[in-house]
């Protein structure tokens, strides 16, 4: 049976569950709702709670466990000298017994034993899935009858709800803070197993980045050298490049919209402008790489005679700094129209200009929310990888002038990381170290806009 089925089938029960709980409930008073403590759709949702919660919860939890249940059963099966392999010899019989039993390529021939356990192990999901469909919807029933049993007119069915809605709002907060805590953790150990490989300081304040390292002993390679001043020099001239045209164009596009533009122009150019955010970047890069790129190397050596590298950091900045343009525009335009208008209309009482209401009154106001904008625009920036992998290049050149070819940590991180890696020499570990210091500015660029914004905040509000 299909998990959808499952899903679907456990819906329609919350759903009449619902409905059965309402009626119950005024059939009770008669009709009569006044005479009930909460609102009927309260005793409705009171036993779709009972309902759905607890098979739902039963379903996941099914379904995370059910892999290692099955693996477990299936190498159970195998002959004793088949259990007896090494780790990746076993983990490869068990991949090729899936993929045969899904119909996909296998690695080795297909012997009539290999076959039979192939055939258990669907026998195995069969079993799972009909015993899932069947403790999960017993249970929907169960939990049905059992809250429908509850429902009376003295029930507190709004506050059993709301009690129940914000266990659900705490459990999703502990999710995403436990989340990010997991992150952090993740990137402190891995960066600690670097630092133990290469000396912090030699990390932080290297000025040359080459990475290349002897995987084995008797191997011939480079020494690997792990100054992150280059990525980080590198990093910071694109996304300053890339700000330089996404602030002010943004920004202006935003009091445009905001104050001048009439509403009809506005319902047009606001979608228009938010369709450059929804533009996948890698074609950002290809626009890079094969359009803006040559032609500022052929401007630069046919009009002004100098020479632009083909993977120059200002070409990565300015077209990442258009796809960042609608990211500083939507959220100041918003927050330009949240400021009230009767601060407008006291400037103009006084005798302000409509440019001077602007720039005395309106965006002064409006400063937390456009620092917040500038903020997730440079985040973007520093975060941003496919546009300078293609327009920018991989040299890890130091230098502070546009016109050459730079790289950036994501990109450096990503290439750490291509391909079947083993997380135990410096060079892969590296990309957790960058990952860490990646972190770090983020969290020092929020530090200061936090800072910022509450001065701004305690002036204005």
């Given at each position: 049976?299909?998990?959808?089925?499952?899903?679907?089938?456990?819906?329609?029960?919350?759903?009449?569950?619902?409905?059965?709980?309402?009626?119950r409930?005024?059939?009770?008073?008669?009709?009569?709702?006044?005479?009930?403590?909460?609102?009927?759709?309260?005793?409705?949702?009171?036993?779709?709670?009972?309902?759905?919660?607890?098979?739902?919860l039963?379903?996941?939890?099914?379904?995370?466990?059910?892999?290692?249940?099955?693996?477990?059963?299936?190498?159970?099966?195998l002959?004793?000298?088949?259990?007896?392999?090494?780790?990746s010899?076993?983990g490869?019989?068990v991949?090729?017994?899936?993929?045969?039993?899904?119909?996909?390529?296998?690695?080795?021939?297909?012997?009539?034993?290999?076959?039979?356990?192939?055939?258990?192990y669907?026998?195995?999901?069969?079993?799972?899935?009909?015993?899932?469909?069947?403790?999960?919807?017993?249970l929907?029933v169960?939990?049905?009858?059992?809250?429908?049993?509850?429902?009376?007119?003295?029930?507190?069915?709004?506050?059993?709800?709301?009690?129940?809605?914000?266990?659900?709002?705490?459990?999703?907060?502990?999710?995403?803070?436990?989340?990010?805590?997991?992150?952090?953790?993740?990137l402190?150990?891995?960066?600690?197993?670097?630092?133990?490989?290469?000396?912090?300081?030699?990390f932080?304040?290297?000025?040359?980045?080459?990475?290349?390292?002897?995987?084995?002993?008797?191997?011939?390679?480079?020494?690997?050298?792990?100054?992150?001043?280059?990525?980080?020099v590198?990093?910071?001239?694109?996304?300053?490049?890339?700000?330089?045209?996404?602030?002010p164009?943004?920004?202006?596009?935003?009091i445009?919209?905001?104050?001048?533009?009439?509403?009809?122009?506005?319902a047009?150019?606001?979608?228009?402008?938010?369709?450059l955010?929804?533009?996948?970047?890698?074609?950002y890069?290809?626009?890079?790489?094969?359009?803006?790129?040559?032609?500022?190397?052929?401007?630069?050596?046919?009009?002004?005679?100098?020479?632009?590298?083909?993977?120059?950091a200002?070409?990565?900045?300015?077209?990442?700094?258009?796809?960042?343009?609608?990211?500083?525009?939507?959220?100041?335009?918003?927050?330009?129209?949240?400021?009230?208008?009767?601060?407008?209309?006291?400037?103009?009482g006084?005798?302000?200009?409509?440019?001077?209401?602007?720039?005395?009154?309106?965006?002064?106001a409006?400063?937390?929310?456009?620092?917040?904008?500038?903020?997730?625009a440079?985040?973007?920036?520093i975060?941003?990888?496919?546009?300078?992998?293609?327009?920018?290049?991989?040299?890890?050149?130091?230098?502070?002038?546009?016109?050459?070819?730079?790289?950036t940590?994501?990109?450096?991180?990503?290439?750490?990381?291509?391909?079947?890696?083993?997380?135990d020499?410096?060079?892969?570990?590296?990309?957790?170290?960058l990952?860490?210091?990646?972190?770090?500015?983020?969290?020092?660029?929020?530090?200061?806009?936090?800072?910022?914004?509450?001065?701004?905040?305690?002036?204005?509000?």
């Open positions: 049976m299909p998990l959808w089925i499952i899903v679907a089938t456990l819906l329609l029960l919350t759903i009449i569950g619902f409905y059965m709980g309402r009626s409930a005024l059939a009770m008073v008669s009709g009569k709702a006044r005479n009930l403590h909460s609102l009927p759709g309260y005793y409705g949702y009171y036993v779709a709670l009972w309902c759905g919660i607890p098979a739902l039963v379903f996941f939890l099914w379904i995370a466990i059910e892999p290692s249940l099955v693996k477990s059963l299936l190498v159970s099966s002959p004793q000298d088949a259990q007896n392999l090494s780790p010899r076993l490869l019989l991949n090729d017994i899936r993929n045969l039993a899904s119909g996909n390529i296998v690695s080795t021939e297909v012997s009539p034993e290999l076959q039979a356990q192939a055939d258990y669907n026998h195995l999901h069969l079993l799972s899935k009909i015993a899932l469909a069947v403790v999960v919807l017993a929907a169960a939990g049905l009858t059992f809250g429908r049993r509850f429902i009376s007119p003295d029930l507190r069915a709004r506050n059993q709800v709301e009690r129940v809605i914000r266990i659900v709002l705490i459990a999703c907060s502990t999710i995403a803070i436990l989340t990010t805590v997991g992150i952090v953790m993740s402190l150990f891995e960066a600690g197993r670097f630092f133990t490989m290469i000396s912090a300081t030699d932080l304040f290297g000025l040359e980045w080459s990475p290349q390292t002897a995987l084995r002993a008797d191997q011939v390679g480079a020494t690997g050298l792990f100054g992150m001043i280059p990525l980080m590198g990093t910071l001239l694109i996304a300053f490049i890339a700000m330089c045209v996404a602030g164009i943004g920004l202006l596009a935003a445009y919209m905001s104050e001048y533009a009439h509403s009809k122009v506005r047009i150019v606001k979608p228009v402008l938010e369709i955010a929804g533009i996948p970047t890698v074609v890069g290809f626009f890079a790489a094969l359009t803006v790129a040559p032609f500022m190397r052929d401007v630069g050596e046919g009009i002004l005679g100098v020479v632009i590298s083909s993977e120059s200002l070409a990565a900045g300015l077209v990442m700094g258009v796809m960042i343009i609608p990211f500083v525009s939507s959220l100041s335009d918003d927050v330009i129209s949240a400021v009230p208008q009767a601060m407008r209309e006291g400037s103009y006084l005798g302000a200009t409509k440019s001077e209401t602007i720039k005395r009154v309106v965006l002064p409006a400063l937390h929310g456009i620092i917040g904008g500038l903020l997730l440079i985040s973007r920036a975060g941003e990888t496919m546009i300078v992998v293609m327009a920018a290049g991989l040299a890890a050149n130091l230098t502070a002038n546009p016109l050459q070819a730079v790289t940590v994501t990109v450096q991180i990503v290439t750490l990381l291509v391909g079947d890696q083993e997380f020499s410096p060079k892969t570990l590296a990309a957790f170290a990952g860490l210091v990646l972190f770090v500015l983020t969290l020092f660029l929020n530090l200061i806009a936090f800072l910022v914004v509450k001065k701004y905040r305690e002036q204005y509000d």
